[in-house]
């Protein structure tokens, strides 16, 4: 009779233990982080007034015979499923979208913790409302004031230092993109005229132009059929009309075949070609622009900004000149070069004009290459990638030589583009053309460029300009240092269609202050400053433990480590099975009022029905001592 007074006891104790989780679970329902804990009942003991015994001689085994005393508390375990988001607004709320805790320390100690409200304190730090600090991969200055995370850098306090000056940084690339209009300039003009003989009979005349980019003129020649007598060349300037305004007479001559003249060239006005025995047997070409300038600010080693232009003018099928200047008439040094595109729109190539000599323009004058380096001769085989023997090449083709005859395998227009004057005949063999397309016999090149083909020494350089003249940034007071840029055409293209390219990127920025910082789900902070550059300020980490039941909750919303938790396994978020970062928002309590509510009246029943066993126990006994009587 006594054990079940006791027992009724034991009941009342556990439900009272029950009861205590759940005011403490419905108290934190509005915890940020907070995580509800749940009891576990298990049997106390038993007496046993019998043992179990087996079958034997015919009779059947028999069961034990035992006298349960009471209950108590297995376990108050602690349920880590995922709180409700809430949105905040605040870039310094944060919660994990998934497992893991955020580490804290209080400077000798380190915690762990699923509430992310965190706030910025005097000095910068990301702290907890308790002022424990975040725990993290924090950033490193390097010398020319940016903030990097260095590999193999331990856990540290993480700052957020609003109003930290990132000093300017000089732009060492820039890059277009876009389209240039392939129907730019001069279109080909193409005829069948009267050969001029009386015949009647017609020859094809093909009259191409090309822009001078160094003289402002447009430059035109015509062709006939390979082995016709067609020639004719001419001059000419175009007004802001797009019309004529100006025949260059000196270098005009007329289109004649076998010595007649064939076509009559334009005066003023239309770009008008005529056959010179019918006039009405004409062909008009039609000028469209054919330059654009792109503009952008370019900066400087003390972060000056610097008015960058990159004109564009297509000087010849397929062929783009780009001149760079630099705002308040600085001098730019290897700022000129020309892009050529291939029959799929795309950049074929990104070269170097060269120079004609001026006393005798088959020659080359001394010109600027790419890597700085000057040169006044013609590409060697080897620079030009063709296998060059000197026993079966022209000398022209070996190193230092510099072609001025008839027979030379290059030829530089006015604008200084090489190419190259050979064709290939049905063995493969390279022969070469003079101006008028006639054959010229030359050596065979392995393997065998195209007729036409540009053979100008590759751009590799950087163009530069001196903000503070000659003599650098020493001393201080003659400012910025040198700025050499490296430009990319490599996202420009070439179709019929409306030019479009702009100014994409540039590398440099000037002096800015940190205005604000946003958290990225791999906990990367990242800073904004003032001049449109951001920077990474470090990186928030996550603790992951192999048993997190283990954990022991020491208040404040944080747990630390037991011998049964194991050792936090400190993460990237999002790695290894731990959430993303979700800023702007916190993780609420994972308390469900209903389910506690339920709980309470389950609990409050078990108390009931135990208090019950004990004063029927009670009667029971009072009944025992009333025989006495």
Not at 272 to 290: G, L, M
Not at 461 to 467: K, L, M
Not at 592 to 606: F, H, K, N, S
Request: aromatic share 8%; glycine share 12%; proline share 3%.
């Amino acid at each position: 009779m006594m054990g079940s007074l006791y027992s009724g006891v034991s009941g009342m104790k556990v439900h009272q233990v029950k009861m205590d989780v759940i005011g403490n679970n419905i108290a934190n329902v509005n915890t940020v982080g907070f995580k509800k804990s749940s009891v576990n009942f298990a049997e106390s003991m038993y007496r046993t007034t019998e043992g179990a015994r087996a079958p034997q001689s015919g009779m059947g085994g028999t069961n034990p015979v035992q006298i349960g005393l009471g209950t108590q508390v297995s376990n108050i375990t602690t349920n880590f499923t995922t709180g409700v988001p809430q949105s905040t607004g605040r870039e310094s709320d944060m919660r994990i979208d998934g497992s893991g805790f955020f580490v804290v320390s209080n400077g000798k100690s380190q915690f762990y913790t699923r509430s992310g409200n965190f706030d910025l304190d005097k000095s910068g730090a990301l702290v907890t409302s308790e002022g424990l600090k975040v725990q993290g991969w924090p950033s490193t200055k390097n010398a020319d004031g940016t903030s990097s995370i260095t590999a193999g850098t331990g856990l540290g306090d993480l700052t957020i230092p609003i109003g930290d000056v990132l000093p300017g940084k000089a732009t060492s690339s820039v890059g277009f993109k876009g389209n240039l209009d392939q129907r730019a300039g001069i279109p080909d003009i193409k005829m069948s005229v009267d050969d001029g003989t009386g015949t009647g009979d017609k020859v094809d005349v093909t009259i191409k132009f090309k822009y001078d980019v160094t003289n402002d003129k447009w430059t035109w020649n015509a062709t006939g059929a390979t082995g016709s007598t067609i020639a004719g060349h001419g001059a000419f300037k175009i007004g802001s009309d797009g019309k004529i305004s100006e025949v260059i007479d000196s270098e005009t001559t007329p289109i004649t075949n076998g010595g007649v003249t064939v076509v009559r060239s334009p005066l003023t006005g239309d770009i008008k070609f005529s056959d010179a025995t019918n006039a009405t047997n004409s062909s008009t070409a039609t000028y469209s622009a054919n330059q654009k300038i792109v503009s952008n600010n370019v900066y400087d080693s003390l972060g000056t900004a610097n008015s960058f232009n990159m004109e564009y003018t297509k000087i010849d099928q397929n062929v783009w000149a780009w001149n760079a200047s630099v705002g308040g008439n600085m001098d730019v040094t290897n700022g000129k070069g020309f892009v050529t595109f291939d029959s799929s729109g795309q950049i074929a190539g990104n070269y170097v004009f060269a120079s004609a000599d001026a006393a005798d323009p088959t020659k080359l004058g001394t010109y600027t290459l790419g890597d700085g380096t000057t040169a006044n001769t013609y590409p060697t085989a080897a620079q030009l990638g063709i296998s060059n023997d000197p026993s079966l090449y022209a000398s022209y083709l070996q190193e230092g030589a510099d072609p001025a005859s008839s027979t030379s395998a290059y030829k530089i227009d006015s604008n200084g583009v090489i190419t190259y004057r050979g064709v290939k005949d049905s063995s493969g063999t390279a022969l070469a053309q003079d101006e008028y397309g006639n054959p010229i016999d030359l050596p065979t090149l392995t393997p065998i460029p195209e007729h036409g083909e540009v053979m100008n020494v590759k751009y590799t350089g950087q163009i530069a300009f001196d903000p503070a003249g000659s003599g650098g940034a020493l001393p201080p007071s003659a400012g910025a240092n040198k700025v050499t840029i490296s430009p990319s055409f490599s996202e420009v293209t070439q179709f019929s269609s409306t030019t479009s390219v702009v100014f994409s990127s540039q590398d440099g920025y000037g002096m800015g202050e940190l205005e604000s910082y946003k958290i990225a789900d791999t906990g990367d902070i990242v800073g904004y400053y003032s001049n449109g550059s951001k920077q990474t300020l470090g990186k928030i980490a996550v603790a992951s433990f192999s048993n997190a039941s283990g954990l022991e909750k020491v208040g404040g919303s944080l747990f630390n480590k037991t011998p049964n938790s194991g050792e936090a396994m400190i993460l990237e978020a999002g790695t290894a099975g731990t959430g993303g970062i979700v800023s702007q928002s916190l993780e609420m309590s994972n308390v469900d009022l209903a389910e506690e509510m339920t709980d309470m009246i389950v609990a409050q029943r078990g108390f009931q029905a135990n208090s019950k066993t004990i004063t029927t126990a009670s009667e029971m006994l009072q009944d025992v001592i009333n025989l006495k009587r």
